[in-house]
């Protein structure tokens, strides 16, 4: 008998063992489909996407891009309608001209979706020390 697996709504889904999610390369940047942990009937649905800085650029400034970025690689189970709000944690290094990105995109079921982003964490260089 599967695992079961209790949701916020109070109401339980069969775990999926048999499925394993991993970083995939699209264009010049990664996804990670969390939502297919659940399956594609379970919303919210989530996924992460790591970007360059000028990728970010573009998406940010265009919401109806970003959306045909999402729909043509299959980032959510169905099309995505409207892409917003957009939220961002600007508030980063500016020392570094090469930042990347992690956007966290939360899909409903009405196909919208919800943007935030974050720098990505640069790792620490293993022979230098963290002060």
Do not use: C
Not at 109 to 122: D, H, N, R, Y
């Amino acid at each position: 008998m599967p695992r079961q697996k209790t949701i916020l709504t109070g109401t339980t889904v069969a775990a999926r063992p048999d499925v394993s999610i991993k970083w995939e390369n699209v264009d010049d940047s990664q996804v990670l489909r969390i939502w297919q942990l659940e399956g594609p009937n379970i919303y919210p649905q989530i996924s992460v996407l790591r970007v360059p800085n000028d990728a970010y650029l573009k998406f940010s400034q265009d919401p109806k891009g970003f959306m045909n970025f999402v729909n043509e690689h299959k980032v959510f189970s169905k099309d995505v309608i409207v892409a917003g709000p957009w939220v961002s944690l600007s508030s980063v290094d500016q020392k570094s001209n090469s930042l990347d990105w992690v956007l966290t995109i939360v899909h409903g079921k009405k196909s919208t979706i919800i943007v935030s982003a974050l720098p990505q964490l640069k790792q620490e260089d293993p022979g230098s020390d963290a002060q």
